[in-house]
């Protein structure tokens, strides 16, 4: 991995974020390794890795400079900071990738804020939750196009257009580890992530769904 300057790599990091050549991710059979360059200055979990030309006293009391790394799968990922940057590995399905932060980026700053489909209380709804006799696994498919299972508690059946809908409820479990339970709390309220589908009347098709989070 390096700056952009240096376009030749698998891995080119911003403009100037970097040293021109900082390391490198060693990937084999599932694990991935990180290996700095020596007198590269990085962190994993706040910690300071090892490089030989970073002086005798920090040689010794930091982390070696080749070390594996948790992908976000385990629910603890290691956090490898490079200046303003940060990444962790991440996995999806049987494909693994690096994700990346930069606080000094320009589409951050020049962020200009989310929009939002203007909610339509036609579309909340009371739900009636009926638990399985003992969970099961639900196939979900994710923005990725994986397919991935997730474990179910039951299903929610509603109303809605005149139709009566029935929709599965899952657990999920976030990037960072964090388990999404029937019932959690989210901006003061209860919430559900369920997954199904439901015939809805032509005219109610058109609308976009309340709370949705799709952006115009």
Same mark, same amino acid.
């Given at each position: ?11 080119? =990091? ?34 300071? =890795? ?6 005798? =006293?920090?040689? =010794? ?31 999806? /399905?049987?494909? !693994? ?13 020049? !962020?200009? /804020? ?47 257009g005149g139709k009566t809908c029935r929709r599965a409820i899952s657990l999920h479990r976030h990037a960072e580890g964090r388990k999404t339970d029937p019932g959690f709390q989210q901006g003061g309220e209860s919430a559900l992530r369920v997954h199904g589908i439901c015939h809805l009347p ?15």
């Amino acid at each position: 991995m390096a700056h952009a300057g240096r376009a030749e790599n698998d891995i080119v =990091l911003p403009k100037g974020s970097a040293p021109e050549k900082a390391g490198a991710f060693l990937f084999h059979d599932g694990k991935t390794r990180l290996q700095l360059k020596d007198g590269v200055r990085a962190l994993v979990n706040g910690d300071p =890795l090892r490089t030989k030309a970073q002086g005798a =006293l920090a040689w =010794l009391l930091a982390h070696p400079a080749e070390m594996p790394l948790n992908p976000d799968t385990t629910g603890k990922p290691d956090r490898i900071t490079l200046g303003r940057l940060s990444m962790i590995v991440i996995q999806r /399905g049987a494909r !693994f990738g690096i994700r990346l932060w930069d606080n000094d980026s320009a589409v951050r700053h020049d !962020f200009p /804020g989310s929009q939002w489909f203007p909610v339509q209380e036609a579309f909340r709804v009371t739900a009636q939750f009926t638990s399985y006799p003992q969970p099961k696994m639900i196939p979900i498919l994710n923005v990725l196009g994986d397919t991935e299972q997730n474990p179910s508690p039951g299903y929610a059946t509603f109303e809605l257009g005149g139709k009566t809908c029935r929709r599965a409820i899952s657990l999920h479990r976030h990037a960072e580890g964090r388990k999404t339970d029937p019932g959690f709390q989210q901006g003061g309220e209860s919430a559900l992530r369920v997954h199904g589908i439901c015939h809805l009347p032509a005219a109610a098709q058109t609308k976009p769904s309340a709370g949705s989070g799709h952006g115009r």
